[in-house]
């Protein structure tokens, strides 16, 4: 539609996940009518997110060193383990301010629409963290849809004969949210994780 330079923009920006065509230009035109400081502030931070963040050796959680702030820190307990899909799980959790112990990143989900399977995510190198004899609790904190319901049935199988005590997070109704709304599924999964009060 545009031509050169601004139409190169729009369609790189078009491949982020999230943005839509007509986001994609409404950035697009932000960026070109924005302060050249502002411009060059944001192209440096990409440029330095590429050459500095990389993957923590530990638990693949990103990190601008061989492990992330939270393999490093000695606070933390290595008893209870809790697995995630990917690094932002991580800020969720953390948000919370409810955990202390450790995380392993699997890098995904698995998928075999989309042919992710069991080899493409850190299952492996989980199994590795597993076979040291640390890790009293691993709690399955994959998404609660059908990949991720199929990621953690996987993982539970696999664990449960070394003996350690495998938990999924809990799942159900949202605080402010109505019962008339709720899903089959999630409304089930708030009964199977009531508690006394």
Aim: proline letters at 5%; glycine letters at 10%; aromatic letters at 4%.
């Amino acid at each position: 539609m545009y031509e050169g330079a601004i139409q190169d923009l729009i369609d790189e920006l078009g491949r982020l996940p999230g943005v839509g065509p007509k986001s994609a230009q409404r950035i697009a035109f932000h960026i070109l009518s924005a302060d050249p400081v502002d411009v060059n502030r944001l192209a440096t931070a990409l440029r330095k997110v590429k050459e500095l963040v990389r993957f923590c050796t530990t638990c693949f959680n990103v990190a601008e060193s061989e492990q992330c702030r939270i393999c490093r820190d000695t606070r933390r307990s290595n008893e209870v383990l809790c697995v995630v899909e990917e690094p932002k799980d991580i800020v969720a959790i953390e948000r919370t301010g409810e955990f202390r112990g450790r995380y392993h990143v699997l890098g995904g989900a698995i998928n075999p629409l989309e042919g992710i399977g069991p080899d493409n995510l850190r299952i492996r190198e989980l199994m590795l963290r597993l076979g040291l004899g640390e890790t009293k609790e691993l709690i399955l904190a994959t998404d609660p849809n059908t990949e991720g319901e199929a990621t953690a049935t996987y993982l539970a199988l696999l664990v449960k004969p070394m003996g350690i005590n495998v938990t999924r997070l809990a799942s159900g109704l949202p605080v402010g949210g109505d019962l008339e709304y709720a899903d089959e599924i999630t409304l089930g999964r708030a009964f199977e994780g009531r508690r006394a009060v």
